[in-house]
């Protein structure tokens, strides 16, 4: 088994770290992670510009590969090559908030695990609501856990995990739930500013997102102490409205 780390807060992040310890266990690891942030950078592919590699040790002593690209842009890199020995897995995080809802389009540590989808590479991407008191090391250890477990079911081709593991002490996590992604509403607001010349330039605020308890979703499992795994795949279709809008427009005349 060989097992590609990345994520979206960069090389030095401790997340990063503590995943690649907890991987460990389950065979060879390879860490190749941004060199900067890049949250909520959405999927990204960097094409108009050279991507650079460089060595890195992480504070841990392990080493690592950091890019100048973006989360799927460690990914692409790494399975086209540059890492040389093949990949079997894709692991990305741990991110230090969770990815719930409408999160996982905004997600670098979701869209890094969709970039290895592409690639046909199971993926998963692991987060959680970092307290210092927890660490990193418990919401490794349980992602670890729960990767060793979906492996050995046997992987849904075309699918990717997220996974979200509450900032719990190990011992009180209340067991694994699968989910449906719940809704997020969001409550962003334009901060419009003045810069010394007197142009005009914007910061989009407003207060943190929350999310609605709804049971069999994301949020309900956190919010009952339990680790939520969600199975999303890249088929966006909106199925249910597929039929309505064949008998509307299929049979259009062209040109009207």
């Avoid at 907890?22 to 390879?30: F, K, N």
């Avoid at 690592?64 to 460690?74: E, M, N, R, V």
Wanted: with cysteine; proline share 8%.
């Amino acid at each position: 088994m060989h097992v590609l780390v990345t994520n979206d807060d960069g090389v030095a992040a401790p997340g990063l770290a503590a995943l690649a310890r907890a991987l460990s266990e389950l065979g060879r690891v390879t860490v190749m992670a941004p060199s900067k942030n890049w949250s909520a950078s959405g999927h990204v592919k960097t094409m108009h510009k050279p991507l650079r590699v460089a060595e890195v040790v992480l504070a841990d002593g392990t080493p690592a590969l950091a890019t100048s690209g973006a989360p799927s842009d460690c990914v692409a890199l790494a399975l086209l090559g540059v890492v040389t020995e093949p990949v079997d897995l894709v692991v990305s995080g741990i991110n230090p908030n969770c990815n719930l809802g409408y999160d996982v389009t905004y997600s670098g540590t979701v869209t890094a695990a969709m970039e290895a989808t592409i690639f046909g590479v199971p993926a998963v991407a692991v987060s959680t609501d970092h307290r210092a008191e927890i660490g990193f090391d418990a919401p490794a250890r349980v992602a670890a856990r729960v990767v060793e477990r979906a492996l050995a079911a046997g992987w849904p081709r075309g699918v990717l995990l997220n996974v979200n593991v509450p900032a719990l002490p190990e011992a009180a996590i209340r067991g694994v739930r699968v989910t449906r992604q719940g809704l997020r509403p969001y409550r962003d607001a334009l901060d419009a500013r003045l810069d010394p010349r007197g142009v005009p330039y914007y910061w989009i605020g407003g207060d943190p997102p929350t999310g609605v308890h709804e049971p069999g979703t994301d949020f309900a499992a956190l919010e009952d102490g339990c680790v939520s795994v969600t199975p999303l795949h890249l088929d966006l279709t909106a199925y249910a409205a597929h039929d309505g809008l064949e008998a509307a427009l299929g049979g259009m005349p062209w040109p009207s």
